[in-house]
Nanobody
């Protein structure tokens, strides 16, 4: 079993910055891809950014040039640096671990509980 814990959310004014962290714990052998999704009430969860264990990144068009995803494979931790935040970035941000393998257990995909990001205008 893999557990993901997000941190770093909060309230910030438009134009400000926040850094989210996602720490994965458990008997982790490897995590192929880590990523961030976000969701607002009544809307589907949408991709923000992903990063493979080799460092290949992918971003939603709406955050390109403003957000940067990174990860520390040794710590099984992913980060999302969010700059020039806009009110439309307000959402609950969820961490995702894709194809996580564990010692002695099956591989699987795991979600965190989410962290609220609120950007005031």
């Amino acid at each position: 079993q893999v557990r993901l814990v997000e941190s770093g959310g909060g309230l910030v004014q438009a134009g400000g910055s926040l850094r989210l962290s996602c720490a994965a714990s458990g008997s982790i052998r490897s995590i192929n891809t880590m990523g961030w999704y976000r969701q607002t009430p009544g809307q589907q969860r949408e991709l923000v950014a992903t990063i493979t264990d080799g460092g290949t990144t992918n971003y939603a068009d709406s955050v390109k040039g403003r957000f940067t995803i990174s990860r520390d494979n040794a710590k099984n931790t992913a980060y999302l640096q969010m700059n020039t935040l806009k009110p439309e970035d307000t959402a609950v941000y969820y961490c995702l671990a894709l194809s996580a393998t564990t010692w002695g257990g099956p591989s699987g995909d795991y979600w965190g509980q989410g962290t609220q990001v609120t950007v005031s205008s």
